[in-house]
């Protein structure tokens, strides 16, 4: 069965706080993304890998902080720096990262800092 | 950057209808893409159209590509109320290697 996963479904922090969300694909995708989603908007790219051991910042890189040490794995860690963590985290990849085709999603972390 | 923009921001139908919903873009694209996004879910890739191409089918769905006007339009036909949920347009720049979203349109299926 493959597919993307991303745990926890849900997460709670304290601000102030790092946190590391997981994201596994066994897809043999190349690529890997995370964006960041607010109620009501769009997705937009927070960071992506198009190979092992490279990644390149997106849009809205602040504050967050990724590693690509394997293939099959890209967490992203969202640190006290970001000034407005809480959102819904969506991971991605796609078979090759240069100009991409469809993008394979997971089912989403919502993270609430309070 | 936002290179998709989504037309119109909500749409409410009822069921068995047909419902439209547009996207344009800015810069010039490889590909254009759609996805779907039920409440609180990851998307799911619904189709993909290419520069060369001018429409596309699948199912009950047909997109349209027009290059020259850099929009394209997604149309499902005879609505179910599986169908509601956020679409959203993908696009990549010519030389990027990366897809920008646009912020959706969030379809409602009245029974």
């Known amino acids: 069965d493959g597919g993307i996963t991303q745990s926890p479904k849900y997460l709670f922090r304290k601000e102030g706080q790092n946190v590391t969300l997981s994201c596994e694909q066994n897809?043999?995708?190349?690529?890997m993304y995370w964006y960041r989603q607010d109620p009501g908007q769009g997705l937009r790219l927070i960071y992506y890998s198009q190979i092992v051991n490279d990644f390149q910042k997106g849009d809205i890189a602040e504050g967050y902080s990724v590693s690509r040490e394997k293939k099959e794995s890209f967490p992203l860690t969202v640190t006290s720096a970001q000034k407005n963590p809480t959102a819904f985290y969506l991971c991605?990849?796609?078979?090759?990262?240069?100009?991409?085709?469809?993008?394979?999603f997971g089912p989403g972390t919502r993270l609430t800092v309070t | 950057s936002q290179q998709g923009e989504e037309d119109p921001q909500a749409l409410s139908i009822q069921e068995g209808e047909n419902a439209t919903m547009n996207c344009s873009y800015k810069t010039s694209i490889n590909n254009l893409q759609w996805y779907r996004q039920n409440s609180g879910r990851g998307l799911v890739h619904l189709i993909l159209i290419r520069s060369n191409e001018r429409e596309k089918h699948s199912g009950r769905l047909r997109v349209t590509l027009d290059t020259s006007k850099k929009s394209s339009s997604l149309l499902i036909t005879a609505s179910r109320a599986a169908d509601t949920a956020s679409y959203f347009c993908?696009?990549?720049?010519?030389?990027?290697?990366?897809?920008?979203f646009g912020s959706g349109t969030r379809l409602s299926i009245r029974p």
């Open positions: 991605a990849s796609s078979i090759r990262g240069s100009r991409p085709d469809e993008q394979y």
């Open positions: 897809l043999n995708h190349d690529a």
């Open positions: 993908a696009t990549d720049a010519s030389s990027a290697s990366k897809i920008i």
